[in-house]
Each structure stands twice: as structure tokens, then as C-alpha cells.
């Protein structure tokens, strides 16, 4: 495992985190002896089910790395004022507009659609648990941005069927942008749960709401690039194979394909994946290596560059934030009406798979040349094997899917998006903000 990575390993599961109720009710001082009473009941309930789990469990072992212990977490939500947040959140403010619910939305891309949807005049309420994958005080100034242009984030899981059949019965969405994921490549042998429990688990939750939803909404999704795992024929196109992934992250998003088709088979929902190829930009996520590049350079760090077998080259399809939101925006206005109703299919709905790259790779150390002349400091480059534990020598992206239905067209290059990154890095972490990671 590389020096870059090596400080997810002291990330705890994200499942995890357990956080206290901070319900205003329970401060109602003429309910304090009832409350006392009702303490003590529970608290011997409480000890009662400590002790019977005690005593059933097979292993001594608390669980350290059990997905389900995400459920511990509490979230608050509901009542008349978070309602109304929702429902003013979501309200279409435009002729022709849309009303989106965003999940992942306090996450790199999902920011930048929500904020790119509202300023359109969309209706958009996001949703995120606000998991500490990587820090999480980057996603508390996202959603800070997002507040700051209407934009509100239900705080909550996928995985929480109450809470989505709730948001459906606020607010009637037309569409779902699914962004919400465990991403991450070599994090899923540190943690495999979280990958279940966010791609598979909670986004089967998702689509069982969906179906039910009267009407039931259009449906686009993050896929990834990680589908075309071990393929060697490049560009990659979306008829070529995807039954050899090389991750259990890029598995999860295969298993996301599969699954959406069999949504839209029986219940006639409408479903549009995409299969984003290394997407980065400002606030981008501070566990891809043009982020940790940028960190470590600064700090005069040495930086682990990867090579493949006999000096090959590591190459990657970067694909800048702004054409990403682009041809999810252009996504979600192509994408047709759902066609079931009452948890029935009616007729067949729309079904579809994009690349959506740059389609033109660039070698890593290509990468680490223009942050150099960027940061005007020079790295300390440490060539490394490239480990068979996720990573893909390279991506390259046939976009002419897109182009063609989507009217997607890149035109940020790696060293125009890279100035911008840097110029939002540089702001981001001065200023009394401490450095990431
Ligand atoms: N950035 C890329 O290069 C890239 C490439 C391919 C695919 N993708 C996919 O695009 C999507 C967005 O990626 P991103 O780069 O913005 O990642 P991100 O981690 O910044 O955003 C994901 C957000 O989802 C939230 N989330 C995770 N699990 C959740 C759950 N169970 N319930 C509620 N919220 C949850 C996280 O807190 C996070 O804010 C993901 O599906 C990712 O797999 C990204
Ligand atoms: C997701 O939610 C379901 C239903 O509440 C629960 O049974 C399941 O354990 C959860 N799955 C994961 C992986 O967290
Ligand atoms: C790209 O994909 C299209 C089909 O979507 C195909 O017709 C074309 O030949 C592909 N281009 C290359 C260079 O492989």
C-alpha cells in the first residue's frame, strides 16, 4: 500500500459514528418525573439486551467493521419545520423546471449538480449522511455553499427506508440524481461493508421507494469508469465487457447495472446510469491522488508515483467537474417519464448506460509535471509498482453515446481544470483552515 493511502487506514468504518438525538422534546421539564421513570424502565431494558446479546454472540469480538452498526445512528428528522425546509427547498422556481432529489449531495459532484440545478431554477433537496470516508468538515463548507443558494441537505441515509418514503410524501420529485456511494478503490479492503451497505443495500432501498412513489420519478445514476476493470481494448465503449472488475468498489457498481435494469424491467422505471471517468476539480474529494499530489508536494512530502509492468505507464481519462455537471444536467433533461404507477409497470421505460470522460488520458507523471509548474515547487517522486489491489493501468473513454444523445462535449483540459483546482485548493486550505488529512 502506498505512503498516499496509507492514512485511510486510520479511518474508523463509517458506519460507526453513533450521534446523540438532539430532539428539543426531551427538555419538557413537566415530563421530567415521568421521564425519570421512563429512564430507569429503559435503561433496565437496555441492560437486558446487553446481556442477551452477550450471550448469543458467537465471538467475543465487539464487531469492529459490522456495517450494520450504521444503524446505531440516529438522524433528526421530521416535524412541521423540517418539513417546510424540505418542501421550500424543492420548490421549481422556473418555467419547464424540474424537482430533483440529490442524493450524496454534500459530496464533490453532488454539490456542484445541486448548485448548477438551482441556478436554473430547479427544485432541489439534497440528501447525505455526512459519513467521515474522508474529512468531514469539507462536506460541512459544501453544504455551507449550498445553504447559501437555497439549496438544503436532509441529513440521513439511502439505506433508511422511512426517511425516503417521507421525503416522497413531502415533496412529489420528478427526478433523483443518485450520487450518494462508497467511492473509493482500495478502501473496500479496509472496509467492505460500507460498499454494501451504500451501493448495493441502500441503493436497492432507493429504487423500492422510487417504484412505489406515485408518480414514480426519472432515475440518473453515478456508475464508474471501474466497470471496464481488467479490459485492455481502449477506448472504452459501453458494448464492451464489464464482467471483470478489479475492485469490490467497481464490483458494487457493476452489481448498480444489473440491478437497475431489473428495476426498470418490473416496475417500469425510468433509469439513466453513468460511468464517470476520474472526475476532479475544486472541492474535489481529498482521497484522489490530484488532491494528495497537491498536499503533499506543498509539504514537501515525497508522492508515490505508480508504473505498470516494464515501465508502463499509468494513465488516467481526468474529466473535469464542470463537463461532468454538464452530462448529468443533460442526463436528467433527456431523461424520460417513469412508466409504472402504483408499484406497477404500465409499459417499457427508458433505459440507459453514458460514458462520460474527457477522451484523452494522461499519464500520471504528466499529471505531476503540471501540479509542479502550478505550485512552482518541485515534487519528490517515488516510482512505485503498480499494486493489483484496484487500480486499472489506465482509462480511456469513446464518448461518442453521449455526444450524440446527450449532446456531451468536454472541453476543460487537464491543465485548465488543474489551475482552477489549485486556485480553490490554495484559498480553501489558507486563511486559518487547517490542511487536509
Ligand atoms: N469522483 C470520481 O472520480 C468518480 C468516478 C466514478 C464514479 N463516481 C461516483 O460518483 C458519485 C459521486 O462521487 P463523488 O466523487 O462526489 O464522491 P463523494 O464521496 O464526494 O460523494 C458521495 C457522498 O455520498 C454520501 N454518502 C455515502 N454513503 C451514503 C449513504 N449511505 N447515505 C447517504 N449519503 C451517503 C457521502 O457522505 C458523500 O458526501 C459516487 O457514486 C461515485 O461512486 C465518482
Ligand atoms: C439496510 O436496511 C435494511 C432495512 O432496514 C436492513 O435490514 C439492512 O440490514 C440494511 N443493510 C445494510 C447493509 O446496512
Ligand atoms: C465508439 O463507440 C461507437 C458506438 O457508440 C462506435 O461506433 C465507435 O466505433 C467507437 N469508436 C472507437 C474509436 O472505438
Not at 102 to 108: D, H, L, P
Request: glycine share 8%; proline share 5%; with cysteine.
Amino acid at each position: 500500500m502506498s505512503k498516499q493511502m496509507s492514512h485511510l487506514d486510520n479511518i474508523p468504518s463509517t458506519p460507526g459514528k453513533f450521534k446523540m438525538d438532539k430532539s428539543p422534546y426531551i427538555h419538557n421539564r413537566l415530563r421530567w418525573h415521568s421521564s425519570l421513570a421512563k429512564l430507569t424502565f429503559w435503561s433496565f431494558m437496555f441492560l437486558g439486551l446487553v446481556l442477551i446479546f452477550f450471550f448469543r454472540s458467537p465471538s467475543s469480538n465487539p464487531l469492529p467493521q459490522d456495517p450494520s452498526r450504521r444503524s446505531l445512528r440516529t438522524y433528526n428528522w421530521g416535524g412541521p419545520a423540517w418539513e417546510k425546509r424540505v418542501r421550500s427547498s424543492a420548490r421549481i422556481r422556473s418555467r419547464n423546471g424540474i424537482s430533483v432529489l440529490v442524493t450524496g449531495a454534500a459530496g464533490f459532484v453532488g454539490t456542484h449538480v445541486s448548485a448548477a440545478l438551482k441556478r436554473r431554477g430547479d427544485g432541489v433537496l439534497g440528501l447525505d449522511n455526512f459519513n467521515d470516508y474522508y474529512d468531514p468538515s469539507l462536506k460541512r463548507a459544501r453544504q455551507a455553499l449550498l445553504e447559501r443558494s437555497g439549496v438544503f441537505i436532509v441529513e440521513g441515509d439511502i439505506n433508511d427506508s422511512a426517511l425516503l418514503r417521507k421525503l416522497f410524501e413531502v415533496v412529489a420529485f420528478t427526478h433523483v440524481m443518485h450520487l450518494a456511494a462508497q467511492a473509493g478503490v482500495r478502501y473496500a479492503m479496509e472496509n467492505p461493508g460500507s460498499y454494501v451497505h451504500s451501493n448495493i443495500a441502500g441503493f436497492v432501498n432507493l429504487l423500492e421507494v422510487c417504484k412505489s412513489a406515485n408518480p414514480q420519478p426519472a432515475i440518473v445514476w453515478a456508475s464508474s469508469s471501474s466497470v471496464y476493470g481488467l479490459n485492455t481494448k481502449v477506448p472504452f465503449s459501453e458494448r464492451d465487457r464489464t464482467d471483470q472488475p478489479a475492485s469490490l468498489y467497481a464490483a458494487t457498481k457493476k452489481a448498480g447495472e444489473e440491478i437497475a435494469h431489473t428495476y426498470n424491467h418490473i416496475y417500469g422505471l425510468s433509469l439513466t446510469g453513468l460511468r464517470f471517468f476520474t472526475v476532479y476539480g475544486p472541492w474535489g474529494r481529498p482521497d484522489m491522488a490530484y488532491f494528495f499530489f497537491t498536499r503533499d508536494i506543498l509539504k514537501g512530502k515525497s508522492i508515490s508515483i505508480f508504473e505498470a509492468a516494464n515501465h508502463g505507464t499509468v494513465a488516467r481519462d481526468f474529466t473535469y467537474i464542470d463537463d461532468i455537471v454538464k452530462g448529468c444536467l443533460a442526463a436528467l433533461d433527456t431523461a424520460e417519464k417513469s412508466t409504472g404507477s402504483g408499484g406497477k409497470k404500465k409499459g417499457p421505460a427508458q433505459l440507459r448506460v453514458f460514458n462520460l470522460g474527457n477522451t484523452s488520458p494522461v499519464p500520471v507523471s504528466d499529471l505531476v509535471s503540471i501540479l509542479e509548474r502550478l505550485l512552482k515547487v518541485n515534487a519528490k517522486r517515488n516510482i512505485m509498482k503498480l499494486p493489483r489491489n484496484g487500480d486499472v493501468q489506465f482509462t480511456h473513454a469513446n464518448i461518442s453515446l453521449a455526444q450524440r444523445e446527450l449532446g456531451y462535449k468536454p472541453s476543460t483540459d487537464l491543465q485548465t481544470g488543474l489551475k482552477k483546482f489549485v486556485r480553490w485548493y490554495l484559498s480553501y486550505y489558507s486563511g486559518g483552515k487547517k490542511a487536509a488529512g
